[in-house]
T-cell receptor, first 113, second 112 residues
Framework: DTAVSQTPKYLVTQMGNDKSIKCEQNLGHDTMYWYKQDSKKFLKIMFSYNNKELIINETVPNRFSPKSPDKAHLNLHINSLELGDSAVYFC????????????FGEGSRLTVL | SQKIEQNSEALNIQEGKTATLTCNYTNYSPAYLQWYRQDPGRGPVFLLLIRENEKEKRKERLKVTFDTTLKQSLFHITASQPADSATYLCALGSGNTGKLIFGQGTTLQVKP
């Protein structure tokens, strides 16, 4: 059973389009995250939710909107895609806010043409 | 601003030797430090966590040290194997938000 699963794994789209990436965790964790890994391999946090409540909202364009319908799901919607949005987006979860260890999904590679 | 530095150059070692990876940080006082392994096309996998009041942590062939004075962590893999070849990321955390700041990673290549 996959602990943190995200779909789709690959996404190729045109500039200006709107796309969503879905994430689900079956670990019973309270906290979920979205990280972005750019071409230089830096992993940067974008958002985190704890029990459906937004905790971290880094300096991310308003075009990015996370949604957590329940604590097992955290989706990422991106409006008006730009070339610079091309990256690998990782979903992750942790037991709680103070527990440290993150469990990552396999990533969703977004390519904007 | 907060900065984490890992050796950007790949580390190549011979099988059986000890690999030592470095993580330095500035303008930060982390409560804990973590190491992750990332294989190509995969998500990072947690390896070890060490807290600010701990000097050293071990897990099987892995050892992590944490020097808050030097602002440095060393990650050792003893008796390295080709299967240890991967990119290793260090990450710093503090506070109560669960936020981790990651270094860019060091790629380790273990040759048979």
């Amino acid at each position: 059973d996959t602990a943190v699963s995200q779909t789709p794994k690959y996404l190729v789209t045109q500039m200006g389009n709107d796309k969503s990436i879905k994430c689900e965790q079956n670990l019973g964790h309270d906290t979920m995250y979205w990280y972005k890994q750019d071409s230089k391999k830096f992993l940067k946090i974008m958002f985190s939710y704890n029990n459906k409540e937004l905790i971290i909202n880094e300096t991310v364009p308003n075009r990015f909107s996370p949604k957590s319908p329940d604590k097992a799901h955290l989706n990422l919607h991106i409006n008006s895609l730009e070339l610079g949005d091309s990256a690998v987006y990782f979903c992750a979860s942790s037991l709680g806010l103070h527990t440290g260890e993150l469990f990552f999904g396999e990533g969703s590679r977004l390519t904007v043409l | 601003s907060q900065k984490i530095e890992q050796n950007s150059e790949a580390l190549n070692i011979q099988e059986g030797k000890t690999a030592t990876l470095t993580c330095n940080y500035t303008n930060y006082s982390p409560a804990y430090l973590q190491w992750y392994r990332q294989d190509p096309g995969r998500g990072p996998v947690f390896l070890l966590l060490i807290r600010e009041n701990e000097k050293e942590k071990r897990k099987e062939r892995l050892k992590v040290t944490f020097d808050t004075t030097l602002k440095q962590s060393l990650f050792h893999i003893t008796a390295s194997q080709p299967a240890d070849s991967a990119t290793y990321l260090c990450a710093l955390g503090s506070g109560n938000t669960g936020k981790l700041i990651f270094g860019q990673g060091t790629t380790l290549q273990v040759k048979p």
